[in-house]
């Protein structure tokens, strides 16, 4: 069993940048791919980011470009790192397993604003 807990989040302005950490309660390595998930308010929850374990990466196309995830197996740990945030970044993101496991960490808030 992998628990990840979200951080690093807060409010920025737009335009700034971000980088957000999944630190595992055990080993990531344990998770065939990893993804970086992001619910707005009314929205569903959608993918935006995932990383496989031999590094391959997938990105949404509302991201790319901006948004850059990483995966480092001997820390544990996933990361987001998120350039030139938009106003529509504005979410609680999580970090899970692709296909998604049933459990779901706190997440971490991003706020984007003027």
């Known amino acids: 069993q992998v628990q990840l807990v979200e951080s690093g989040g807060g409010a920025v302005q737009l335009g700034w940048s971000l980088r957000l950490s999944c630190a595992a309660s055990g080993s990531i390595s344990s998770l065939y791919v990893v993804g970086w998930y992001r619910q707005a308010p009314g929205k569903q929850r959608e993918l935006v980011a995932a990383?496989?374990?031999?590094?391959?990466?997938n990105y949404a196309d509302s991201v790319k470009g901006r948004f850059t995830i990483s995966r480092d197996n001997a820390k544990n740990t996933v990361y987001l790192q998120m350039n030139n945030l938009k106003f529509e970044d504005t979410a609680v993101y999580y970090c899970?397993?692709?296909?998604?496991?049933?459990?779901w960490g706190q997440g971490t808030q991003v706020t984007v604003s003027s």
């Open positions: 899970n397993g692709v296909p998604s496991g049933e459990y």
């Open positions: 990383v496989t374990g031999c590094g391959s990466k």
